[in-house]
């Protein structure tokens, strides 16, 4: 079984440019979540998706934003980009949104950065 | 912010049990502890999760007291491969949320 997909694994962008980040979940899975990994602020929660809606949201700017299509896979986009933005994106797929003790499967992430 | 406490790092001979403390002094009734490991530059790996039985499987063991206000994850018979930064992490059960919070982790140097 496949396990989650993330492109492109590396990029880089130039400050104030956008960019979109895309995850394939595990087959069947129907969550979708972003976190956000930097050295100083470690892994953070950016949002979750289940059912093509968000069902929550970290403590983001509105800079970034994301959404889910009806075949559960997810993109995330960044606008007007800072060097700040630099980081490691990982996306985590689960079965469903409200379950007892399902697992959380992570992608190996897309490496940003912000020149 | 993170609701477990971890050691920041922890040596493990190669061929050794290395045991891995968690501290979650405030875990409420429906939280599960989970663990999972980042080995660098990696996506977190799933390695085990528990409620408040001892669970084993092919990676490692889970170990919840009594009380259930701190775990143990063990690695029966460290490798260099398992050096990484280990994450404890508290999950309500049946939450309308996937949402994980992460602390700071352990890291875990294997020397050989």
């Known amino acids: 079984k496949a396990g989650v997909t993330q492109t492109p694994r590396y990029l880089i962008k130039t400050r104030g440019q956008q960019v979109t980040l895309s995850c394939s979940p595990i087959?069947?899975?129907?969550?979708v979540s972003w976190y956000q990994q930097t050295p100083g602020q470690g892994l953070q929660f950016l949002f979750e998706?289940?059912?093509?809606?968000?069902?929550n949201k970290g403590n983001f700017p509105g800079r970034f934003s994301g959404r889910q299509f009806s075949n559960s896979r997810s993109e995330m986009n960044v606008s007007t980009l800072e060097l700040g933005d630099s980081a490691l994106y990982l996306c985590a797929s689960s079965p469903d949104s409200v379950s007892s003790g399902n697992t959380i499967y992570f992608g190996e992430g897309s490496w940003l950065t912000v020149v | 912010d993170a609701k477990t406490t971890q050691p920041p790092s922890m040596d493990c001979a190669e061929g050794r049990a290395a045991n891995l403390p968690c501290n979650h002094s405030t875990i409420s009734g429906n939280e599960y502890v989970y663990w999972y490991r980042q080995i660098h530059s990696q996506g977190p790996q799933y390695i085990i999760h528990?409620?408040?039985n001892n669970e084993t499987n092919e990676m490692a063991s889970l170990i919840i007291t009594e009380d259930r206000k701190s775990s143990t994850l063990i690695l029966p018979h460290a490798t260099l491969r398992d050096t990484a930064v280990y994450y404890c992490i508290v999950r309500a059960y049946g939450g309308a949320t996937n949402k994980l919070i992460f602390g700071t982790g352990t890291l875990l140097a294997v020397q050989p």
């Open positions: 998706y289940f059912s093509e809606t968000q069902r």
């Open positions: 087959s069947g899975h129907r969550s």
């Open positions: 528990g409620l408040k």
